[in-house]
C-alpha cells in the first residue's frame, strides 16, 4: 500500500473526503509539517493515521482541525 491508495480511497469514500492532510494544515497556519505531526502526535490535533510502508499517513478531520483553531491556535496568537 502506498499513500497514493491512501490517497484514492479518501477521494471515493464521502466521509473521508472531509479529511485533510498535515501539507495542506501546515499551509494554512503557516508552520512545517514537523510542527503539524507534533501537534497529532502530542494530541493537540486529531487525526487518523494510515501507516503506509512503516510510515504515519495522518489525515485530520474538518471538525478536528477547527476545534485546534479555536483552542490552541488562537491561544498561542495572544500570547
Do not use: W
Not at 490517497?7 to 469514500?13: C, F, H, Q, S, V
Not at 494510515?50 to 498561542?76: C, D, H, I, N, W
Request: glycine share 2%.
Amino acid at each position: 500500500m502506498n499513500e497514493n491508495f491512501v490517497d484514492e480511497i479518501m477521494n471515493t469514500i464521502p466521509q473521508f473526503k472531509q479529511m485533510l492532510t498535515v501539507d495542506y494544515i501546515a499551509r494554512k497556519i503557516d508552520l512545517s509539517d514537523r510542527t503539524v505531526r507534533r501537534y497529532i502526535e502530542n494530541g493537540k490535533l486529531e487525526a487518523l493515521n494510515f501507516s503506509v510502508e512503516g510510515r504515519s499517513v495522518y489525515r485530520v478531520p474538518r471538525s478536528a482541525f477547527r476545534r485546534f483553531l479555536e483552542t490552541f491556535y488562537t491561544m498561542s496568537d495572544c500570547l
